[in-house]
């Protein structure tokens, strides 16, 4: 959450001169509801299933850059899905979190007496998944996009156009 995956995502894709698509984006108009509704209704099973769809149809139907929410590697088979892509995970500390992240709402997993607290058991408990489906792994603290981007196409060894 935060880690600017949508914000890269756009970078990287007209750098590569191809589609972007974030999979949010597309639950919601899918679903015809805010991710936080979504969540509301039928709580984190309800958006993980939606989410799952998704990300299917996306891997199916997209060749471009793609930008999977944050939880989207918790299911096996997306993990799966993701054999022979690849797969860019952005990294930041506790810290860049708590600077980036609006810890004060509109993330229905950070709705926690103790926001910053939440955000570290869910990267705790979602860095080994991410380590597992990832090609490369950039860092994004204290960095612009554009920096983020420079060094995400050297890890993946792509070509601009």
């Given amino acids: 959450m935060g880690v600017g995956k ?26 015809g509801r805010a991710i936080t509704e979504i969540f509301a209704a039928g709580g984190e099973p309800a958006f993980r299933t939606a989410e799952k769809r998704a990300v299917v149809r996306a891997l199916v139907g997209h060749g471009g850059v793609l930008a999977l929410g944050g939880g989207a ?3 096996p088979g997306t993990r799966a899905l993701l054999a022979g892509h690849r797969v860019l995970y952005l990294t930041m500390g506790a810290a860049e979190a708590a600077r980036r992240l609006n810890l004060a709402g509109g993330r229905p997993l950070l709705a926690a007496p103790d926001p910053l607290g939440r955000w570290r058991e ?14 490369a792994i950039v860092a994004t603290d204290r960095r612009t996009p554009a920096e983020v981007t420079e060094s995400a196409l050297a890890a993946l060894e792509l070509t601009t156009v």
Wanted: glycine letters at 6%.
């Fill in 73 to 75: 590697v918790l299911d």
């Fill in 6 to 31: 949508s914000t890269v995502g756009r970078l990287l894709a007209a750098r590569l001169g191809v589609g972007f698509r974030d999979t949010d984006d597309d639950v919601v108009t899918a679903e």
């Fill in 122 to 135: 869910l990267t705790a408990a979602r860095r080994p998944l991410y380590e597992e489906v990832a090609t």
